[in-house]
């Protein structure tokens, strides 16, 4: 069974802070994504990445950034943690293939900025 | 510009009832449309997909109806059980490596004993 893990289920910062936000999946996924999920607004695509050092924007990459330099491994980044970034954040992982794959979800961290 | 409009936001049903969940899709270049289902607490999985070559898929109670022409897909849960309570969100993709969705807002559905 494929696992992919998120290193916190809650966590609490100030505003102005730097955090990380770390994804480990064990199956060998090439892809990686990371979600934030808020209510009435579904998941939305922050960044996802297809391979080692690569990584591409998805649709609200602002004030977000990431770095895979594993291959089980992808961290996502506030650069400076603003109060509308409290939300539920999710990781996902899947692999590359002809057809599509299932996207493998962790259970998600869920931030509060104070 | 929201690319895949789900409703209704929830849904309450009975059990042993048949909740129906629609969802709408703009872009004709989406290919695969799966579903994801999430318990509270835990992350989405996958429950059931399709393919735009086949009107209906099936597994166990749950089916999902394709309308290719009206660009349109739902939900069926047939004999639903207070188990089934549920956020549902469907999702579509277009056909590359890289597998990215587009999801939908979400359902949030109970099934009351």
């Known amino acids: 069974d494929v696992k992919v893990t998120q290193s916190s289920r809650y966590l609490v910062k100030r505003t102005g802070e730097k955090v990380f936000l770390e994804c480990v999946q064990d199956?060998?996924?090439?892809?990686m994504f990371w979600y934030r999920q808020d209510p009435g607004l579904g998941l939305r695509l922050i960044y996802f990445?297809?391979?080692?050092?690569?990584?591409e924007k998805g649709d609200i990459p602002e004030g977000y950034s990431v770095s895979r330099e594993k291959k089980e491994r992808f961290s996502l980044i506030l650069e400076s943690a603003s109060t509308n970034q409290t939300s539920m954040y999710l990781c996902?992982?899947?692999?590359?293939?002809?057809?599509?794959?299932?996207?493998?979800f962790g259970d998600g961290t869920r931030l509060s900025i104070l | 510009q929201q690319q895949v409009k789900q409703s209704p936001q929830s849904l309450i049903v009975q059990k042993g009832g048949i909740p129906i969940i629609n969802c709408a899709y703009e872009?004709?270049?989406?290919?695969?449309f799966p579903w994801y289902q999430q318990f509270p607490g835990k992350g989405p999985a996958l429950l059931i997909a399709?393919?735009?070559?086949?009107s209906e898929k099936k597994e166990g109670r749950f089916t999902i109806s394709f309308n290719k022409s009206a660009k349109q897909f739902s939900l069926h849960i047939m004999d639903s059980q207070p188990g089934d309570s549920a956020t549902y969100f469907c999702?579509?993709?277009?056909?590359?490596?890289?597998?990215?969705?587009?999801f939908g807002k979400g359902t949030m559905l109970l099934v009351s004993p």
């Open positions: 996902a992982s899947t692999r590359t293939g002809m057809s599509n794959q299932p996207q493998h």
């Open positions: 990445s297809y391979d080692v050092k690569m990584k």
């Open positions: 999702a579509a993709s277009k056909n590359s490596g890289y597998s990215t969705l587009t």
């Open positions: 872009n004709t270049a989406f290919d695969y």
């Open positions: 199956m060998d996924h090439e892809n």
């Open positions: 399709i393919r735009p070559d086949v």
